[in-house]
């Protein structure tokens, strides 16, 4: 089983930037798809970004385009999410994932344990 780790998140004010990494590990490294999604209190789960592995193509949710910026290194087996100008909105746990394409919160097969992002003034 692909197991996902995430790191990176903390405490900011709005304008500031954090890079969030997701490490895979495990059997099955390789998948056909990653993504981030995000949660907060009494709201489901959202996707922020969605990368198809196979072919390198990255989408990103209308809320956070021109913002963040998901990348890989496929040598490490890991996923990055650059987010900048970052705003109070932004503000949730975000979680790393893995699953076939495409990918929605419904089929995802792995989930990291998640890292707190909040963005306050």
């Known amino acids: 089983q692909v197991q996902l780790a995430e790191s990176g998140g903390g405490s900011v004010q709005p304008g500031d930037s954090l890079r969030l990494t997701c490490v895979a590990s495990?059997?099955?490294?390789?998948?056909?798809?990653m993504g981030w999604f995000r949660q907060t209190p009494g709201k489901e789960r959202e996707v922020v970004s969605v990368?198809?592995?196979?072919?390198?193509?990255?989408y990103y949710s209308s809320s956070v385009e021109g913002r963040f910026t998901a990348s890989r290194d496929i040598a490490k087996n890991t996923v990055y999410l650059q987010m900048n100008n970052l705003k109070p909105e932004d503000t949730a746990v975000y979680y790393c994932?893995?699953?076939?394409?495409?990918?929605?919160?419904?089929?995802?097969?792995?989930w990291g344990q998640g890292t707190l992002v909040t963005v306050s003034s």
């Open positions: 990368i198809n592995w196979r072919v390198s193509q990255y």
């Open positions: 495990g059997r099955y490294v390789n998948s056909y798809a």
């Open positions: 994932a893995s699953g076939p394409w495409p990918l929605r919160s419904i089929n995802v097969k792995s």
